[in-house]
């Protein structure tokens, strides 16, 4: 598969799960007597006299000079989600394994790799210090995951009772602390790459910060009722009318839920903003990657969640997911106004999506 992608002609790039192997501005390839593949003209150098890519007979391709083979980043990758399938898999109160039925081992699974998947593409495009990239990692996941939904037991006590938040904000604790450290360890930015060759991103005066917050307070609050009348309620009064009328009974105090939403907005930019000064995609792409990593969290929450009918689970998915996914653009399309996630040298621009953007190049 790599031999055919290198042959699709000049400036392919390819990335495999990691930041070590990536291939840029690509001659065409021709072969020698001995089997090795060269770039034609170059005797055996790439652009700008980089090492070409050869291959021994009998041999896979492979990078002269790599830390590694090009299977490692994707076994890291692996083990990765596994680590966190089996982190998600114990209750650290009881110090036991959680349901073991079928649908709840898939459904951990599948929140294993999409959120490994995700936070392991973002933190190939961030820089700066590991410890404080880890934290900001740890920030984002057990507040979208954790702690935020654990304040639903004010309102909601029969859904979200005490001992259930409170277990909650436990476990993430170590399921957030125990990922993140791991995730950058293995795929954050390496001491040789630098510092950020931005660190004015999303610097601002407070009164731009206040306004800036006050709007998305209330743009998160129009897409919480937004997609819960449009979107939860329809898919649950359809797939169960009898669970979901028991689920609105036992809303507590709906004024509260509804004025806590600024609140939740707010508190959850705060959790991101440092990861996204430690990016170096621009405006665009940044605005991606944080829609999808919220939608894909808030959605992991929804899989995870034990104790709701399979018609309600079905709802509450659609309706977060797609709520968190269109907050997440919008928050950083706010934030950005004015030029404040302006591209950096050497971060990414261009025509594209996530991940296929050439770099910027100083001139």
Known sequence: ??????????????????????????????????????????????????????????????????????????????????????????????LSWRANSIEAILARLLAAALISAVVIVLLRYSRGSRW???????AVVYGTMYLLPATETTYVASVVPLSRAVGMVANGLVIAG???????????????????????RLRMPWREWRTKLLELAVV?????ILFGTLVYGPIARALDPS???????????????????PLWAIASVALTVPWIRALTLDARDTA????VLYGVLIGADMLLATGMSAGLQIGHLAESVGESLAFGVLAVWILQLHGRLSVPIGGTSGTGVLGLRQPVIAR
């Open 178 to 200: 125990v990922f993140s450290v791991t995730a950058v360890t293995f795929f954050g930015p390496r001491p040789s790459e630098g510092e950020h060759p931005n660190p004015s």
């Open 243 to 261: 669970g979901y009328s028991s689920e609105q009974a036992s809303v507590t105090n709906a004024g509260l839920a509804l004025l806590s939403q």
């Open 1 to 94: 598969m790599i031999d055919s992608f290198l042959r699709d002609g000049p400036n392919a790039s390819l990335w495999l799960p990691g930041r070590w192997i990536q291939v840029v501005s690509v001659v065409q390839l021709s072969e020698t007597s001995d089997g090795r593949e060269l770039p034609d003209g170059n005797g055996g150098t790439g652009p700008g006299g980089a090492p070409a890519l050869t291959r021994a007979p009998g041999q896979g391709p492979g990078i002269p000079g790599a830390p590694w083979p090009v299977s490692l980043p994707v076994a890291l990758t692996i083990a990765q989600a596994s680590a966190l399938f089996v982190l998600l898999s114990i209750d650290y109160g009881s």
């Open 220 to 224: 998160w609050t129009l897409l919480f």
């Open 288 to 291: 991606l990657g944080v829609g």
């Open 132 to 138: 404080v990239l880890a934290a900001a990692v740890f």
